[in-house]
């Protein structure tokens, strides 16, 4: 910070060009943390956590950091973690005697709006439609990124990447279609 500019932005990306996918961040708070994900952007299945957080006992806030890691696919070592406490890894109760297992199934699959009490929209740019509670309205979501559409690298203007009118009247029709116009 003294001597010079600090590109922090500029090493994240150098970072994840070279294969990193998980960020622990190793500080007082959560700011870096934040601005690693506003740096990665929607279009990439990195991970950042802070190991620290205000307001939260330092134990809590790390176990939580690594939890985030852990649901991510990146692989940490809770036998280390738990080591000296104690604690022993646990298998859940089967029942033996009705000759079955009882896991927890997923009620939906990854993806599937309906878990979350959505309509699927059924459209390449829409991810779900929900009708409004206070009124006769529809919202309609969904989520872009480079990742799930790369096509619109194709459409820039001045080195940076723009949503496409006729994108913008596709979702309008389809709207109109959706509440019967």
Do not use: I
Not at 25 to 44: F, I, M
Not at 58 to 87: I, K, M, S, Y
Not at 144 to 163: E, I, K, Q
Request: proline fraction near 6%.
């Amino acid at each position: 910070h003294v001597r010079g500019t600090v590109r922090y932005a500029d090493g994240v990306r150098a970072l994840a060009e070279a294969g990193a996918d998980a960020f622990l961040e190793l500080g007082p708070g959560a700011v870096l943390t934040a601005l690693t994900r506003q740096t990665l952007g929607d279009d990439t299945d990195a991970v950042a956590a802070p190991a620290l957080r205000a307001r939260h006992d330092e134990q809590t806030a790390l176990l939580t950091g690594l939890a985030e890691l852990h649901v991510a696919g990146v692989r940490v070592d809770w036998t280390a973690w738990f080591e000296g406490t104690g604690a022993r890894r646990t298998d859940v109760p089967t029942y033996p005697w009705q000759h079955r297992a009882y896991w927890p199934r997923p009620l939906a699959h990854a993806g599937d709006v309906a878990g979350a009490g959505l309509v699927p929209a059924r459209h390449p740019l829409l991810g779900a439609a929900v009708s409004l509670a206070d009124s006769d309205g529809v919202l309609l979501t969904g989520r872009m990124s480079l990742r799930t559409h790369p096509w619109l690298a194709d459409h820039t203007m001045g080195g940076m990447v723009l949503f496409p009118a006729t994108g913008f009247l596709e979702l309008a029709v389809r709207a109109g279609d959706q509440v019967g116009c």
